[in-house]
């Protein structure tokens, strides 16, 4: 099956199937079972079976799979072979708390460069990641596909637009605002407000149940 028509729910679980396997490989172990998977990522065994049917990679009954075959599987299924350079917009808070973490585990995302208005900031560096002024974004975004947006929610539009020109195919927002993009471009919105409202809100109205 083409990849581009795994489902979208599938495509999403990848990451965690992939940041499972390597920390298996790296502790040396050869196979792993549908079961410990399930167990591992919370999503149930019929389910990773599924998954795994998309791309032929099944496994054998009472083997389990080969840990370092589906490792390279997942990995050029998910272009882990190449960096993805990575900008992000705005160095507050959260901006600053990205750069300190930059994708150091199990992936090869990076963060490369960001951008901020403060003149305080531009021409420093947080995590080792320099920091450019805004204005300089059509000089150094020429290879960058990817920006992270943390700045103010009223400045989300103007930016997302700016991005646009620029030839950014993909911008993961966590500002509170619902940006408007062609439907060529692709954006995950991410507002921590509302997912720590709808968090609260199951625990108190779908409790789970003790195991």
């Known amino acids: 099956m083409e990849q581009n028509k795994i489902p979208q729910a599938t495509a999403k679980r990848l990451p965690l199937y992939y940041r499972f396997l390597n920390n298996l490989y790296q ?6 079972s549908s079961k410990e998977l399930s167990e591992a990522v919370k999503v149930d065994s019929a389910t990773i079976r599924r998954d795994f049917s998309y791309f032929g990679a099944l496994g054998k009954k009472g083997y ?3 840990v370092e075959y589906l490792l390279g599987f997942f990995k050029s299924t998910l272009d882990q072979h190449e960096i993805t350079e990575v ?5 507050g808070n959260l901006g600053t708390a990205f750069l ?3 994708f150091l585990k199990n992936n090869n995302i990076r963060i490369t460069m960001a951008f901020d208005a403060d003149e305080a900031k531009i021409g420093t560096e947080v995590g080792g990641i320099p920091i450019y002024p805004i204005s300089e974004l059509e000089e150094r975004l020429d290879k960058i596909e990817v920006a992270i947006l943390t700045i103010p929610a009223e400045e989300a ?12 195919k993909g911008i993961l927002n966590f500002t509170p605002a619902r940006i408007t993009v062609p ?21 108190k109205h779908y409790p789970l149940e003790e195991e």
């Open 64 to 66: 389990g799979y080969n």
């Open 27 to 32: 502790q040396g172990k050869l196979r792993v």
């Open 157 to 168: 539009d103007v930016m997302t637009n700016r991005l646009i020109d620029l030839g950014i």
């Open 183 to 203: 439907s060529n471009i692709r954006v995950h919105h991410i507002d921590l407000a509302v997912e720590l409202q709808s968090l609260v809100y199951f625990l």
């Open 87 to 91: 900008a992000l917009i705005g160095v």
């Open 100 to 102: 300190h973490y930059n």
